[in-house]
């Protein structure tokens, strides 16, 4: 059997340059989350409480340039989607969090963000 832990990404969150943390907070959420007087409020002195290594690998990959794409993006138009998106960057405890509601998504999606999944995932099935 191949030793398959050689592939895994292991990301230690409370060693992340702080400039990264605050970066990848303005790609992946709107600017609200950063209020702390706002629920959820994503403090960059907690991590881990609000960065997935999902997210944050899928940010590293695709932050770079993704700006001018993102204006082309549709908008997402399958539940599956938008789901396994939610699922790639927040944390189990968020999921359910009201502000993260589906029906909400114009308000919480990052489109930059939600380009990079669906490359992502898109590549992916392609690569099967």
Known sequence: MANTTATLTIIDLTAIDVAHLEEYR???FPSVVA???HD???PLHEPVKWVTVDGFTLFM????G???AAGKLLKPTTM???IGFK??????NLLTHPFFAFERKDNWLSVVAFAAFIRENHHGHQAR
């Not at 990959?61 to 770079?64: G, M, P, Q, R, V």
């Not at 699922?87 to 189990?92: K, M």
């Open 26 to 28: 303005v790609w992946a």
């Open 35 to 37: 209020n702390e007087n």
């Open 40 to 42: 959820p409020y994503f």
């Open 61 to 64: 990959k695709y932050s770079s």
């Open 66 to 68: 993704a700006t001018t």
């Open 80 to 82: 599956s989607n938008v």
């Open 87 to 92: 699922s790639c960057i927040l944390p189990p």
